[in-house]
């Protein structure tokens, strides 16, 4: 008696050229529907306060660095403008935006010019100052940035030397 072994037929054991081909070319279409979409999606959002203000700020800097002028830089609240102010020019940026209730450049933190209120739970500082002025080595007068939203209100610290933010130890926050 003979055992016959049955024989595996030769079958298909990968992909085709053509299957790889349409696979990589549906892959490449989802991704660039998804890649307009979320820009169409970011692009149309209202810009928050804190990009307004470091567009002025940026703005200020540059100005300053490139003319090695001081620049001032200050908020306008009836025309919703900031005004860069150099001895060469006068540049006035508007801030068109629903979500910006108001922003207010407040003096370093130090106990003799600290003076706030509470409203609805929040401590408001009520010291402000005019103008900050950005010079043209790269620093800025040394200042804080109060952003009030219509959800919150917050205070940044900004570094003389760079420009920009200062951290705060976690236990301040």
Same mark, same amino acid.
């Given at each position: /008696?003979?055992? *016959?072994? +049955?024989?595996?037929?030769?079958?298909?054991?990968?992909?085709?050229?053509?299957?790889?081909?349409?696979?990589?070319?549906?892959?490449? %279409?989802?991704?660039?529907?998804?890649?307009?979409?979320?820009?169409?999606?970011?692009?149309?959002?209202?810009? &928050?306060?804190?990009?307004?203000?470091?567009?002025?700020?940026?703005?200020?800097?540059?100005?300053? %660095? %490139?003319?090695?002028?001081?620049?001032?830089?200050?908020?306008?609240?009836?025309?919703?403008?900031?005004?860069? &102010?150099?001895?060469?020019?006068?540049?006035? /940026?508007?801030?068109?935006?629903?979500?910006?209730?108001?922003?207010?450049?407040?003096?370093?933190? *130090?106990?003799?010019?600290?003076?706030?209120?509470?409203?609805?739970?929040?401590? #408001?500082?009520?010291?402000?100052? +005019?103008? #900050?002025?950005?010079?043209?080595?790269?620093?800025?007068? +040394?200042?804080?940035?109060?952003?009030? *939203?219509? &959800?919150?209100?917050? #205070?940044?610290?900004?570094?003389?030397?760079?420009?920009? +933010? /200062? %951290? &705060?130890?976690?236990?301040?926050?």
């Amino acid at each position: /008696m003979s055992v *016959s072994i +049955p024989r595996i037929a030769a079958g298909r054991t990968g992909f085709t050229l053509l299957e790889v081909l349409v696979t990589i070319a549906l892959i490449a %279409l989802l991704t660039g529907v998804l890649v307009v979409g979320t820009s169409r999606l970011l692009g149309d959002r209202p810009k &928050t306060p804190d990009e307004l203000f470091w567009l002025a700020a940026a703005a200020a800097r540059k100005q300053a %660095l %490139l003319n090695n002028q001081p620049v001032r830089l200050s908020l306008d609240k009836k025309s919703r403008e900031f005004i860069l &102010t150099s001895l060469a020019a006068e540049t006035r /940026m508007p801030f068109a935006t629903t979500q910006l209730a108001e922003i207010e450049f407040l003096p370093p933190k *130090s106990p003799s010019t600290y003076s706030a209120i509470l409203i609805a739970g929040e401590l #408001v500082e009520t010291h402000t100052q +005019p103008f #900050v002025t950005f010079y043209g080595d790269g620093t800025c007068s +040394p200042f804080r940035v109060q952003l009030k *939203s219509s &959800t919150q209100t917050r #205070v940044l610290e900004i570094d003389p030397w760079t420009c920009a +933010p /200062m %951290l &705060t130890p976690l236990a301040d926050r």
